[in-house]
T-cell receptor
């Protein structure tokens, strides 16, 4: 079973910030929070990951609460091409460990 | 960045045919690759973990004789769907991570398999 909880769907207006929440109350001390997204009929795309500090890259920002029980992925200026299913996953940082996908959040960006 | 290439992107074939799907890591070595299956409107389900030079590890309910996995090199894993039937029609996706670093896994673009 996935160890994360996400809302099934969210809407966002183009150009506005999209804030996608994720609850992971049972996260272990050595587990990272990973975010991937899947555009229709494509393989998942890596977005960002973090352990306890906030992270930012060219795609998004990741805000992790101090107790690490929840996080928020922020797309600062959503575009139509950001419409996708977003998956929040917790796992240890290793090339050997698996990714367990939940149902994710379907983000619809509208004009 | 890391790239994973998957081929073919789409296959349509008759029932009873065996289909081979390739997954390559293009700029890193992957001692471990993963194979997923995704049915319409569902999430990705892990089928098996492919280990270079040894047998694959299959998830519960996945038939190892049906889904043959070969990982003969550090950059190539293959999944062969043997004697495919219509119920095997699905979206098959592979992923790989650099086994010598903590970089995240990356995914191929998937293979849409349709069995008539």
């Amino acid at each position: 079973d996935a160890k994360t909880t996400q809302p099934p769907s969210m809407d966002c207006a183009e150009g506005r910030a999209a804030n996608l929440p994720c609850n992971h109350s049972t996260i272990s001390g050595n587990e990272y929070v990973y975010w991937y997204r899947q555009i229709h009929s494509q393989g998942p795309q890596y977005i960002i990951h973090g352990l306890k500090n906030n992270e930012t890259n060219e795609m998004a920002s990741l805000i992790i609460t101090e107790d690490r029980k929840s996080s928020t992925l922020i797309l600062p200026h959503a575009t139509l091409r950001d419409t996708a299913v977003y998956y929040c996953i917790v796992r240890v940082a290793s090339g050997y460990s698996t990714l367990t996908f939940g149902k994710g959040t379907m983000l619809l960006v509208s004009p | 960045g890391a790239v994973v290439s998957q081929h073919p992107s789409r296959v349509i074939c008759k029932s009873g045919t065996s289909v081979k799907i390739e997954c390559r890591s293009l700029d890193f070595q992957a001692t471990t690759m993963f194979w997923y299956r995704q049915f319409p409107k569902q999430s990705l389900m892990l089928m098996a973990t492919s280990n270079e030079g040894s047998k694959a590890t299959y998830e519960q309910g996945v038939e190892k004789d049906k889904f043959l996995i070969n990982h003969a090199s550090l950059t190539l894993s293959t999944l062969t769907v043997t004697s495919a039937h219509p119920e095997d029609s699905s979206f098959y996706i592979c992923s790989a991570g650099d086994s010598y670093s903590n970089q995240p896994q990356h995914f191929g673009d998937g293979t849409r398999l349709s069995i008539l």
